[in-house]
């Protein structure tokens, strides 16, 4: 990118963006929401960021090692790093992060530092040290800044995180500065001067803007009030619209970190779903591609298994369930229970309205199978207490897989994992030991062959159980004016820190 | 200007269709009459009669929906029929001025009395702001307004009713117009004020030479001031002709039937003929009772206290009819509603039969209520439009334990006694004229067999000819039922038709009492005096007249 | 009767009557004109008005028969307008009863009550009544209801204010009449034609506030109403605009209509008016 | 005047303490434990994640002691602290508060103005096209749902036609200044302010006839006529302003529900104000947040109201004694 190309590159403009919902802050070590991130992902960086191919590549850290034994990771830091107050970025910053901040306040970390990490170290400025109480094969894919946010310990050592008076202006390492939040309207980042990168960032001005209402963001990208839309900014169809405006680009690259899966929870304590012939029947029932293509416009392609495809370790070669409503007649039939006298409630998405046609059309299905289904009406919340409170029949969710099975997809089905309060831990009430034991196995393995071969039996026996039915993998698609360059570069998209991202006068 | 002989203003033929669906036909028909400068022409007639839409289509003040045809009326040679819209402005106010009825809505609530005084200047052409500010003082003056120079700053709801008319009338004569068309500009107030307010209007006439329409459903005030009058029944002139005639020496049935009906002395009853027959134990007796109102008391502001019933003490005997009288908001009312318990007293007692009933909470009384009746003022209002006669009768006896049957029978049996036809028993109020209602009332009150029976301005609202009726209706039914009763009235000649004693009330306080010969011929308070004084038309004898018809006819 | 005579000359009555007539009978003929479930994808998506003969209103983006959603619909929404609005009058009537007649200390009592209810805008009390008890039908009814009771008692209470000093229910308490029934059999009938008017124009308001909520996607989601319809659509304003526009324009008559006939009501009742007219 | 006063900020402190606590109790009915979904939203909550929200958020006390602790605040003027926007919620409310007095001022104004406008020109022309034609729109946007004509007037006005923008409350990051700024606010307020007060013309036209009409066949009307008062000039100084009061009071008892429109105008034309902070502290469970709206919103309706009142007496001369 540099050379021959930098000399195009022209500087200054600004860059108007959606952020919807509108996030309730921009702390990201306090919330990791994606609208947060989306604005914070400017202002904060973390030690790595993933290729699309999920391979890690440097952002804080400039260069790691790993140890023969896979226990000691060491992680060089940039130099010359500072933060938006002029205060330098050091080891202990990630120290803070590591053993205070995130253990605090950061739902995954969390876990990670329980059951893995025994110590993290700073033996000196640029040089920090993390000890391993045993091998976990992902531990790598978990610096980005969503899984390991870091925050400036100058301004947080010692104080209560969540009322700190630096909470409303957000103090980062990233290429854009906070300058102001019109709460309901607008986020307002200028760029970063003294930016690490020598003459990055290259844009003058980031907007983030407040539109509630899905048509009117479509209708800002078209007047070219803003000129680059998110995954999920606008509805499926109009996306097809705005993808034949002229000079108008799309890509649905830069979201392989998170790859989104879709899929439907049965809740395995009810009796009729214990019935693995009953829930290969509704597998049988959905018509996904219908649902990709109709009710997603085609924002999306049909899973193939708990893995989705972007995903390490994704493996096709499993048992697949067509749409087929007759063999899911036959099976009903055959497994001998009378649907009838199982009423259901479905707990659908409270995403918008794309969600709920899928919701009506399932329901439909359903009721063609022979169940008696209720649509469950919840909002945002109530959908979060009817998973974390397992208070549900058949629920709509969606995972994250965070660039490694072992971050994102074995946690929904360890036996173990079967916490109240959250809806991304095993809700259903899967059980399976051989499943349990093939997950640890795979994760605490050092060679990535023998963690592979575990992952391709762990997809074998899952298909096979059918404990949760994987609908689609979510597609995003970024829409944005041919005049913005290099949107999206990495895995991680647009919460990718955007010093290379300039626009073409 | 024109012959002195000529009319100043004259009505040939003038008629004026109702819309469909109304009682008849016509609202007025075929009125022909004349008004000369210097005269004042009374129209008099009982309600529905035609006489306030005579005088709006003089003004040209009718709903558009209803259309005066006929010959015309003709003011200073121009027929005002055929008139364009805005030369017939220009006459209003200017030419022909008006006084209403209401006094308090005839005054815009939100512009102070100067402004409207004033406004009837500007909008005829006087641009001169202070020389109409002048003119507004000295017409305030005139009128008899205290303190012009304060109160033209007043807004209306400051001033009292006399008052307030007085400003219309300021108003009516701004630009001395030629002829004043007054539609009962006195109904409304008390006597004593209405005195005023007649004496004023004769006094202006008299000096501006101008004429004078007024219309009126009092002989009394008719024959105070009327140098001639018209009598309408049902949209048609009956009689016209000098006061002296008309009053003097009726020739239409209809006028004679009028006059008979008008209340006048020399039918009192006798004297002591109650407590002859009476009981000389009690039946009522109020001592010392006092009710004082006090306006919703707020966290910070003052109340307002209006002492009503200030220590009135009184006896009621059995056959005994008890007349209280006084002006408005002296607390007659007040008074009855205390005997009926339908307000709380504040202090004395109510004894009945010699029982304290004052203490007595609303539950406890209830079963002594049937005991005390009450007949009310409007006989519009107090029967509920959606119950038939037969309901209306029967839930007393039914409220009080009374069966089904039984409560009919009486119920028919009493509506004989008043008067009605049995067919009434399944009929709805609105199917029955004022008369007849009042005489539902009058059966209703007596279904329960009470001992004391309360008539408030039980007449007031009924036209003479049929508040005599009733008036008669309840003289026969308390002689021959030896109730004890009081009427509450404001019209001394009434009460001194009916009761055996009579109490006048001022500000709460009864300040005379006494059988009527004395109340009428030998008053002894200052206010009761000037309270006779007031009456209208005591130079007239109405009962001489009716004498004389009744000699003629012989 | 007169009232209906009366009634009958009033064009713009008549009309409304005659709009909520065809959609009350739209509603009740649903299941046999569009037999089956509403829900159900039956052709292809987005066919266009006319497009198909048998979609005469085309279709939605799940292909399903946008009349037979109307049709459907309107039997929720009506039933949601008069369910709510009877509540409504029987709570309004209640407490605006009680206040008006007894006066005093429960008069203030009832009324600081219905304040507290006034002073909330009614459409946010509405919106999270029903997000906290989750939409359902009876959660929507119900708030409907709880935010519109305010004006119904404040009119029957104004109403009882000025019957109670009236001359006929003084008598009835002369005679001996018990509270409890001077309200029933004397005050109340007497009141009963403006409440009616109210009402009547309550069961308009209440539709739009259905459909408001359902455009909010507080809607019960199992029943098909007009206001899911719009609701659903608006994303696809632009490019769907009849998916949006013919449960508008079935709203608008709905309310249009009722709202007609309580003027009509109104005017027949109003004595003010009478013999004004014609 | 002072007595009044007083009277009436007693009355209405009675009523907004009671609004907040009929609000606070009503909320603690509602399902959805804000930890847990603040949790949820986090990424994932263990229990122990939620205990801990849970004890700074004060919700592991009694609910009595809640409230207390609420409404002691209340009184210092601490509204309490939004844990999910990490900012006090006076702050939030604050910040958010003008958008939405401009735009339910700006409505009320305007629906004020031509809802008089056009009930005179109707009464004064009782019966004639002009009345009908009035009458008729007036019930054609009485009857027809808000959020719908503020979805066809976007389609219309904003991208058929381009006149208006669609959103937003002015030109972000313009950087406009003095009157640039507030014309550039007021081209904004255009189609929110329309479409909100539309209702409200409707409904003020109808009333504003109605009570012309009733004031014009009152007795005063009459005697302005005998006195030769011209036609325009009774309806200019007799009835109108008569006719108005009702109105207005009228108008000011709907400020309240101004604001409740105004969550539907906020959500289709990005409007920052609180309408739409409502409704988004109501899905997030945001309830400090809630029940800032409802006791600020309480409050500027108590506002509005004894301004009328005062206002009111000021105008009508017979009030004020009684
Ligand atoms: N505005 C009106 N529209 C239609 N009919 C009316 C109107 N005003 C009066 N009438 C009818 O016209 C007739 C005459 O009424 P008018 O008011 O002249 O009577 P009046 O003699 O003045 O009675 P009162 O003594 O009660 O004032 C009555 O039958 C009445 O019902
Ligand atoms: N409910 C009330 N509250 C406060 N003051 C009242 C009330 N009723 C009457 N008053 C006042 O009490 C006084 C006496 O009123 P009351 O009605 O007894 O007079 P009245 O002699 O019957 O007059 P009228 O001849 O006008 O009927 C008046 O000054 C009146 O204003
Ligand atoms: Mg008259
Ligand atoms: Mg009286
Ligand atoms: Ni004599």
């Given at each position: 990118?540099?050379?021959?190309?930098?000399?195009?590159?022209?500087?200054?403009?600004?860059?108007?963006?959606?952020?919807?919902?509108?996030?309730?802050?921009?702390?990201?070590?306090?919330?990791?929401?994606?609208?947060?991130?989306?604005?914070?992902?400017?202002?904060?960086?973390?030690?790595?960021?993933?290729?699309e191919?999920?391979?890690?590549?440097?952002?804080?850290?400039?260069?790691?090692?790993?140890s023969?034994?896979?226990?000691?990771y060491?992680?060089?830091l940039?130099?010359?790093?500072?933060?938006?107050?002029?205060?330098?970025?050091?080891?202990?910053?990630?120290?803070?992060?590591?053993?205070?901040?995130?253990?605090?306040?950061?739902?995954?970390?969390?876990?990670?530092?329980?059951?893995?990490v025994?110590?993290?170290?700073?033996?000196?400025?640029?040089?920090?040290?993390?000890?391993?109480?045993?091998?976990?094969?992902?531990?790598?894919?978990?610096?980005?800044?969503?899984?390991?946010p870091?925050?400036?310990?100058?301004?947080?050592?010692?104080?209560?995180?969540?009322?700190?008076?630096?909470?409303?202006?957000?103090?980062?390492?990233?290429?854009?500065?906070?300058?102001?939040?019109?709460?309901?309207?607008?986020?307002?980042?200028?760029?970063?001067?003294?930016?690490?990168?020598?003459?990055?960032?290259?844009?003058?001005?980031?907007?983030?803007?407040?539109?509630?209402?899905?048509?009117?963001?479509?209708?800002?990208?078209e007047?070219?009030?803003?000129?680059?839309?998110?995954?999920?900014?606008?509805?499926?169809?109009?996306?097809?619209?705005?993808?034949?405006?002229?000079?108008?680009e799309?890509t649905?690259?830069?979201?392989?970190?998170?790859?989104?899966?879709?899929?439907?929870?049965?809740?395995?304590?009810?009796?009729?779903?214990?019935?693995?012939?009953?829930?290969?029947a509704?597998?049988?029932?959905?018509?996904?591609?219908?649902?990709?293509n109709?009710?997603?416009?085609?924002?999306?392609?049909?899973?193939?298994?708990?893995?989705?495809?972007?995903?390490?370790?994704?493996?096709?070669?499993?048992?697949?369930?067509?749409?087929?409503?007759?063999l899911?007649?036959?099976?009903i039939?055959?497994?001998?229970?009378?649907?009838?006298?199982?009423?259901?409630?479905?707990?659908?998405?409270?995403?918008?309205?794309?969600?709920?046609?899928?919701?009506?059309y399932?329901?439909?299905?359903?009721?063609?199978?022979?169940?008696?289904?209720?649509?469950?009406?919840?909002?945002?919340?109530?959908?979060?207490?009817?998973?974390?409170?397992?208070?549900?029949?058949?629920?709509?969710?969606?995972?994250?897989?965070?660039?490694?099975?072992?971050?994102?997809?074995?946690?929904?089905?360890?036996?173990?994992?079967?916490?109240?309060?959250?809806?991304?831990?095993?809700?259903?009430?899967?059980?399976?030991?051989?499943?349990?034991?093939?997950?640890?196995?795979?994760?605490?393995?050092?060679d990535?062959?023998?963690?592979?071969?575990?992952?391709?039996?762990?997809?074998?026996?899952?298909?096979?159980?059918?404990?949760?039915?994987?609908?689609?993998?979510?597609?995003?698609?970024?829409?944005?004016?041919?005049k913005?360059?290099?949107?999206?570069?990495?895995?991680?998209g647009?919460?990718?820190?955007?010093?290379e991202?300039?626009?073409?006068? | 200007?024109?012959?002195?002989?000529?009319?100043?203003?004259?009505?040939?033929k003038?008629?004026?269709?109702?819309?469909?669906?109304?009682?008849?036909?016509?609202?007025i028909?075929?009125?022909?009459?004349?008004?000369?400068?210097?005269?004042i022409?009374?129209?008099?007639?009982?309600?529905?009669?035609?006489?306030?839409?005579?005088?709006?289509?003089?003004?040209?003040?009718?709903?558009?929906?209803?259309?005066?045809?006929g010959?015309?009326?003709?003011?200073?040679?121009?027929?005002?029929?055929?008139?364009?819209?805005e030369?017939?402005?220009?006459?209003?106010?200017?030419?022909?001025?008006?006084?209403?009825?209401?006094?308090?809505?005839?005054?815009?609530?939100?512009?102070?009395?100067?402004?409207?005084?004033?406004?009837?200047?500007?909008?005829?052409?006087?641009?001169?702001?202070?020389?109409?500010?002048?003119?507004?003082?000295?017409?305030?003056?005139?009128?008899?307004?205290?303190d012009?120079?304060?109160?033209?700053?007043?807004?209306?709801?400051?001033?009292?009713g006399?008052?307030?008319?007085?400003?219309?009338?300021?108003?009516?004569l701004?630009?001395?117009?030629?002829?004043?068309?007054?539609?009962?500009?006195?109904?409304?107030?008390?006597?004593?004020?209405?005195?005023?307010?007649?004496?004023?209007?004769?006094?202006?006439?008299?000096?501006?030479?101008?004429?004078?329409?007024?219309?009126?459903?009092?002989?009394?005030?008719?024959?105070?001031?009327a140098?001639?009058?018209?009598?309408?029944?049902?949209?048609?002139?009956?009689e016209?002709?000098?006061?002296?005639?008309?009053?003097?020496h009726p020739?239409?049935?209809?006028?004679q039937?009028?006059?008979?009906?008008?209340?006048?002395?020399?039918?009192?009853?006798?004297?002591g003929?109650?407590?002859?027959?009476?009981?000389p134990?009690?039946?009522?007796?109020?001592?010392?009772?006092?009710?004082?109102?006090?306006?919703k008391?707020?966290?910070?502001?003052?109340?307002?206290?209006?002492?009503?019933?200030?220590?009135?003490?009184?006896t009621?005997?059995?056959?005994?009819?008890?007349?209280?009288?006084?002006?408005?908001?002296?607390?007659?009312?007040t008074?009855?509603?205390?005997?009926?318990?339908?307000?709380?007293?504040?202090?004395?007692?109510i004894?009945?039969?010699?029982?304290?009933?004052?203490?007595l909470?609303?539950?406890a009384?209830?079963?002594?209520?049937?005991?005390?009746?009450?007949?009310?003022?409007?006989?519009?209002?107090?029967l509920?439009?959606?119950?038939?006669?037969?309901?209306?009768?029967?839930?007393?006896?039914?409220?009080?334990?009374?069966?089904?049957?039984?409560?009919?029978?009486?119920?028919?049996?009493?509506?004989?006694?008043?008067?009605?036809?049995?067919?009434?028993?399944?009929?709805?109020?609105?199917?029955?004229?004022?008369?007849?209602?009042?005489?539902?009332?009058?059966?209703?009150?007596?279904?329960?067999?009470?001992?004391?029976?309360?008539?408030?301005?039980?007449?007031?609202?009924?036209?003479?000819?049929v508040?005599?009726?009733?008036?008669?209706?309840?003289?026969?039914i308390?002689?021959?039922?030896?109730?004890?009763?009081?009427?509450?009235?404001?019209?001394?000649?009434?009460?001194?038709?009916?009761?055996?004693?009579?109490?006048?009330?001022?500000?709460?306080?009864?300040?005379?009492?006494?059988?009527?010969?004395?109340?009428?011929?030998?008053?002894?308070?200052?206010?009761?005096?000037r309270?006779?004084?007031?009456?209208?038309?005591?130079?007239?004898?109405?009962?001489?007249?009716?004498?004389?018809?009744?000699?003629?006819?012989? | 009767?007169?009232?209906?005579?009366?009634?009958?000359?009033?064009?713009?009555?008549?009309?409304?009557?005659?709009?909520?007539?065809?959609i009350i009978?739209?509603?009740?003929?649903?299941?046999?004109?569009?037999?089956g479930?509403?829900?159900?994808?039956?052709?292809?998506?987005?066919?266009?008005?006319?497009?198909?003969?048998s979609?005469?209103?085309?279709?939605?983006?799940?292909?399903?028969?946008?009349?037979?959603?109307?049709?459907?619909?309107?039997?929720?929404?009506?039933?949601?307008?008069?369910?709510?609005?009877?509540?409504?009058?029987?709570?309004?009537?209640?407490?605006?009863?009680l206040?008006?007649?007894?006066?005093?200390?429960?008069?203030?009592?009832?009324?600081?009550?219905?304040?507290?209810?006034?002073?909330?805008?009614?459409?946010?009390?509405?919106?999270?009544?029903?997000a906290?008890?989750?939409?359902?039908?009876?959660?929507?009814?119900?708030?409907?209801?709880?935010?519109?009771?305010?004006?119904?008692?404040?009119?029957?209470?104004?109403?009882?204010?000025?019957?109670?000093?009236?001359?006929?229910?003084?008598?009835?308490?002369?005679?001996?009449?018990?509270?409890?029934?001077?309200?029933?059999?004397?005050?109340?009938?007497?009141?009963?034609?403006?409440?009616?008017?109210?009402?009547?124009?309550?069961?308009?308001?209440?539709?739009?506030?259905?459909?408001?909520?359902?455009?909010?996607?507080?809607?019960?989601?199992?029943?098909?109403?007009?206001?899911?319809?719009?609701?659903?659509?608006?994303?696809?304003?632009?490019?769907?605009?009849?998916?949006?526009f013919?449960?508008?324009?079935?709203?608008?008559?709905?309310?249009?209509?009722?709202?007609?006939?309580?003027?009509?009501?109104?005017?027949?009742?109003?004595?003010?008016?009478?013999?004004?007219?014609? | 005047?002072?007595?009044?006063?007083?009277?009436?900020?007693?009355?209405?402190?009675?009523?907004?303490?009671?609004?907040?606590?009929?609000?606070?109790?009503?909320?603690?009915?509602?399902?959805?434990?804000?930890?847990?979904?603040?949790?949820?939203?986090?990424?994932?909550?263990?229990p122990?994640?939620?205990?801990?929200?849970?004890?700074?958020?004060?919700?592991?006390?009694?609910?009595?002691?809640?409230?207390?602790?609420?409404?002691?605040?209340?009184?210092?003027?601490?509204?309490?602290?939004?844990?999910?926007?990490?900012?006090?919620?006076?702050?939030?409310?604050?910040?958010?508060?003008?958008?939405?007095?401009?735009?339910?001022?700006?409505?009320?104004?305007?629906?004020?103005?031509?809802?008089?406008?056009?009930?005179?020109?109707?009464?004064?022309?009782?019966g004639?096209?002009?009345?009908?034609?009035?009458?008729?729109?007036a019930?054609?946007?009485?009857?027809?749902?808000?959020?719908?004509?503020?979805?066809?007037?976007?389609l219309?006005?904003?991208?058929?036609?381009?006149?208006?923008?669609p959103?937003?409350?002015?030109t972000?990051?313009a950087?406009?200044t003095g009157?640039?700024?507030?014309?550039?606010?007021?081209?904004?307020?255009?189609?929110?302010?329309?479409?909100?007060?539309?209702?409200?013309?409707a409904?003020?036209?109808?009333?504003?006839?109605?009570?012309?009409?009733?004031?014009?066949?009152?007795?005063?009307?009459?005697?302005?006529?005998?006195?030769?008062?011209?036609?325009?000039?009774?309806?200019?100084?007799?009835?109108?302003?008569?006719?108005?009061?009702?109105?207005?009071?009228?108008?000011?008892?709907?400020?309240?529900?101004?604001?409740?429109?105004a969550?539907?105008?906020?959500?289709?034309?990005?409007?920052?104000?609180?309408?739409?902070?409502?409704?988004?502290?109501?899905?997030?469970r945001?309830?400090?947040?809630?029940?800032?709206?409802?006791?600020?919103?309480a409050?500027?309706?108590?506002?509005?109201?004894?301004?009328?009142?005062l206002?009111?007496?000021?105008?009508?001369?017979?009030?004020?004694?009684?």
């Amino acid at each position: 990118q540099d050379g021959a190309a930098s000399a195009e590159i022209t500087r200054g403009g600004t860059l108007n963006m959606i952020v919807q919902p509108e996030p309730p802050m921009l702390i990201v070590g306090l919330n990791t929401q994606g609208p947060t991130l989306y604005v914070a992902g400017q202002i904060y960086q973390s030690l790595l960021t993933y290729r699309e191919d999920l391979k890690p590549l440097p952002q804080l850290a400039k260069s790691w090692t790993v140890s023969e034994d896979g226990l000691t990771y060491t992680f060089n830091l940039q130099e010359g790093v500072k933060w938006h107050d002029g205060e330098a970025f050091t080891s202990k910053d990630v120290v803070f992060a590591a053993e205070e901040f995130l253990v605090d306040a950061h739902p995954r970390w969390r876990l990670i530092r329980e059951a893995y990490v025994e110590s993290v170290t700073a033996p000196d400025d640029l040089t920090v040290v993390f000890r391993l109480k045993k091998p976990f094969s992902a531990f790598l894919y978990g610096f980005e800044l969503s899984s390991f946010p870091i925050m400036p310990a100058h301004l947080y050592q010692g104080t209560d995180y969540r009322t700190n008076a630096n909470n409303t202006r957000p103090i980062g390492t990233g290429p854009y500065k906070f300058e102001d939040w019109q709460r309901g309207s607008y986020i307002h980042l200028v760029r970063n001067e003294d930016y690490w990168k020598e003459g990055q960032p290259y844009i003058d001005d980031l907007y983030f803007r407040v539109i509630p209402d899905a048509a009117s963001r479509a209708i800002a990208f078209e007047q070219g009030t803003v000129d680059l839309l998110r995954g999920g900014d606008v509805e499926g169809f109009t996306i097809n619209s705005l993808t034949s405006l002229p000079g108008v680009e799309t890509t649905t690259a830069g979201w392989e970190y998170f790859s989104p899966q879709m899929f439907l929870q049965p809740n395995l304590r009810l009796e009729v779903f214990k019935n693995k012939d009953v829930r290969k029947a509704v597998y049988h029932a959905l018509d996904r591609d219908f649902i990709v293509n109709a009710i997603f416009f085609g924002q999306g392609k049909v899973s193939t298994g708990p893995f989705a495809e972007s995903m390490l370790f994704h493996d096709p070669n499993i048992q697949q369930y067509p749409y087929d409503m007759e063999l899911a007649k036959k099976l009903i039939a055959d497994s001998g229970v009378d649907l009838s006298k199982h009423p259901i409630r479905l707990l659908g998405l409270p995403y918008g309205s794309t969600w709920d046609r899928m919701t009506e059309y399932v329901k439909q299905q359903l009721e063609e199978l022979g169940f008696v289904v209720s649509i469950q009406a919840v909002d945002a919340g109530g959908w979060l207490q009817a998973m974390g409170n397992f208070d549900f029949d058949l629920a709509f969710s969606f995972l994250y897989q965070f660039g490694h099975p072992a971050q994102g997809v074995s946690r929904i089905y360890f036996s173990d994992n079967q916490v109240k309060g959250t809806h991304a831990g095993n809700n259903g009430g899967y059980e399976n030991p051989e499943v349990d034991e093939m997950f640890r196995k795979a994760a605490d393995a050092i060679d990535e062959a023998e963690a592979a071969e575990a992952y391709t039996k762990v997809q074998q026996i899952l298909a096979e159980e059918v404990p949760v039915l994987w609908m689609f993998d979510m597609k995003n698609t970024t829409i944005y004016r041919d005049k913005i360059r290099n949107p999206v570069r990495t895995a991680i998209g647009l919460n990718e820190p955007m010093d290379e991202v300039w626009i073409a006068r | 200007m024109s012959t002195a002989q000529a009319p100043l203003l004259s009505v040939d033929k003038l008629t004026i269709r109702l819309p469909e669906g109304f009682d008849r036909k016509n609202a007025i028909e075929d009125i022909s009459y004349d008004l000369s400068a210097g005269e004042i022409l009374c129209v008099v007639g009982e309600s529905g009669s035609g006489k306030s839409m005579t005088a709006n289509a003089i003004m040209g003040l009718l709903p558009g929906y209803l259309k005066p045809t006929g010959n015309g009326i003709r003011y200073r040679g121009k027929n005002l029929l055929t008139l364009p819209e805005e030369e017939k402005r220009n006459l209003r106010g200017r030419d022909i001025a008006m006084i209403f009825q209401e006094p308090l809505s005839a005054l815009n609530p939100l512009m102070t009395v100067g402004e409207q005084i004033d406004e009837v200047m500007l909008v005829h052409g006087i641009e001169d702001a202070s020389a109409r500010s002048a003119r507004v003082l000295e017409l305030m003056e005139y009128v008899g307004l205290p303190d012009p120079s304060t109160m033209r700053h007043s807004y209306p709801f400051r001033l009292s009713g006399g008052q307030r008319q007085r400003v219309v009338i300021a108003m009516a004569l701004a630009l001395e117009p030629s002829i004043l068309i007054a539609d009962e500009p006195t109904t409304a107030l008390d006597v004593t004020t209405q005195a005023q307010i007649l004496e004023l209007i004769k006094r202006i006439q008299r000096a501006k030479g101008m004429g004078v329409i007024f219309v009126t459903h009092d002989f009394g005030v008719v024959a105070d001031i009327a140098d001639r009058v018209i009598v309408m029944e049902k949209g048609l002139v009956v009689e016209q002709g000098s006061a002296d005639q008309v009053l003097n020496h009726p020739r239409h049935p209809y006028t004679q039937r009028l006059i008979a009906a008008v209340p006048h002395r020399g039918t009192e009853r006798k004297e002591g003929s109650s407590t002859q027959t009476g009981d000389p134990a009690p039946l009522l007796e109020l001592r010392n009772l006092n009710k004082t109102y006090r306006s919703k008391e707020g966290l910070f502001s003052k109340p307002r206290i209006v002492p009503a019933v200030q220590n009135i003490s009184l006896t009621l005997r059995r056959g005994q009819t008890l007349g209280v009288v006084g002006e408005s908001g002296s607390g007659k009312s007040t008074l009855g509603r205390l005997i009926m318990k339908l307000l709380d007293n504040d202090g004395g007692q109510i004894l009945y039969q010699g029982k304290d009933i004052a203490p007595l909470s609303q539950s406890a009384f209830r079963p002594m209520r049937k005991k005390i009746q009450m007949i009310f003022q409007d006989p519009f209002a107090s029967l509920n439009p959606r119950q038939t006669i037969g309901r209306i009768l029967t839930d007393g006896p039914l409220a009080n334990g009374v069966d089904k049957a039984t409560a009919r029978g009486r119920a028919e049996q009493l509506l004989a006694r008043v008067g009605l036809d049995k067919s009434a028993y399944v009929r709805y109020p609105h199917e029955f004229s004022g008369g007849q209602r009042q005489r539902i009332g009058i059966a209703r009150a007596l279904m329960l067999d009470p001992d004391i029976l309360i008539a408030d301005e039980s007449v007031s609202a009924l036209d003479v000819s049929v508040q005599e009726q009733v008036l008669r209706l309840l003289r026969e039914i308390q002689e021959q039922l030896k109730l004890g009763m009081i009427f509450i009235t404001h019209d001394l000649r009434i009460a001194a038709q009916i009761c055996d004693q009579i109490a006048v009330m001022r500000q709460g306080e009864v300040v005379e009492m006494g059988p009527p010969s004395q109340i009428f011929d030998a008053p002894q308070h200052e206010y009761t005096q000037r309270l006779i004084a007031a009456i209208p038309g005591k130079e007239w004898h109405p009962e001489h007249v009716i004498q004389n018809l009744h000699e003629e006819s012989r | 009767m007169d009232f209906m005579k009366r009634f009958s000359l009033n064009y713009g009555a008549v009309i409304g009557l005659l709009i909520l007539t065809l959609i009350i009978l739209m509603a009740i003929t649903a299941p046999l004109l569009f037999p089956g479930n509403p829900w159900k994808t039956v052709a292809m998506p987005l066919l266009r008005p006319m497009q198909d003969p048998s979609y005469i209103l085309g279709t939605d983006m799940l292909g399903r028969d946008i009349a037979a959603g109307i049709a459907h619909g309107a039997k929720v929404s009506l039933l949601i307008g008069v369910v709510s609005t009877l509540v409504a009058v029987l709570i309004g009537v209640t407490i605006g009863a009680l206040a008006g007649f007894y006066g005093g200390l429960v008069d203030d009592l009832l009324m600081r009550f219905t304040e507290f209810f006034q002073i909330i805008p009614a459409f946010a009390m509405a919106v999270v009544l029903v997000a906290i008890f989750s939409p359902s039908f009876i959660s929507i009814t119900l708030a409907i209801a709880v935010v519109s009771w305010p004006s119904v008692a404040r009119l029957v209470r104004a109403e009882f204010l000025s019957l109670r000093q009236r001359e006929f229910v003084q008598a009835a308490v002369v005679i001996g009449q018990s509270g409890p029934r001077i309200i029933l059999t004397q005050i109340l009938p007497n009141a009963v034609s403006p409440i009616i008017v109210t009402a009547s124009l309550m069961v308009a308001t209440a539709i739009l506030t259905e459909s408001a909520l359902s455009f909010l996607g507080l809607g019960d989601r199992n029943t098909m109403s007009w206001g899911f319809m719009i609701g659903a659509a608006r994303t696809m304003l632009r490019e769907a605009w009849w998916m949006s526009f013919f449960p508008g324009l079935a709203i608008l008559l709905a309310v249009l209509a009722i709202n007609l006939i309580g003027e009509g009501i109104n005017d027949v009742m109003n004595p003010h008016l009478r013999g004004r007219k014609n | 005047m002072l007595n009044f006063t007083l009277q009436r900020t007693g009355k209405a402190f009675v009523v907004i303490v009671a609004v907040v606590v009929l609000n606070f109790l009503l909320i603690k009915l509602a399902p959805g434990d804000p930890a847990a979904i603040l949790a949820g939203e986090a990424g994932s909550g263990d229990p122990q994640y939620v205990e801990n929200l849970r004890q700074q958020f004060g919700l592991d006390k009694p609910v009595v002691v809640q409230l207390w602790n609420y409404l002691s605040g209340v009184l210092t003027g601490d509204l309490g602290f939004s844990y999910r926007n990490q900012v006090p919620v006076l702050d939030l409310i604050l910040g958010r508060l003008p958008a939405t007095l401009l735009l339910t001022g700006a409505a009320l104004i305007f629906s004020l103005i031509t809802g008089v406008l056009f009930g005179v020109l109707a009464a004064r022309h009782r019966g004639s096209v002009l009345d009908s034609v009035i009458t008729a729109l007036a019930l054609l946007f009485y009857a027809t749902p808000l959020f719908w004509i503020a979805l066809m007037s976007v389609l219309l006005f904003s991208i058929n036609l381009g006149w208006l923008p669609p959103f937003d409350m002015e030109t972000i990051g313009a950087g406009y200044t003095g009157w640039r700024r507030v014309l550039d606010i007021a081209h904004h307020m255009v189609l929110p302010t329309v479409t909100l007060g539309l209702f409200y013309t409707a409904v003020y036209t109808r009333l504003t006839r109605a009570s012309m009409l009733e004031v014009m066949s009152l007795d005063f009307v009459k005697t302005a006529h005998a006195k030769g008062v011209p036609n325009s000039r009774i309806i200019r100084r007799h009835v109108l302003r008569n006719a108005v009061l009702p109105v207005f009071t009228f108008a000011s008892m709907q400020t309240g529900q101004l604001v409740g429109g105004a969550i539907l105008t906020e959500t289709v034309f990005a409007w920052p104000g609180i309408g739409r902070l409502m409704f988004d502290a109501l899905m997030q469970r945001d309830y400090p947040v809630l029940l800032g709206v409802f006791l600020i919103t309480a409050m500027v309706v108590v506002v509005v109201n004894f301004i009328t009142d005062l206002l009111y007496r000021f105008v009508d001369p017979r009030i004020g004694i009684s």
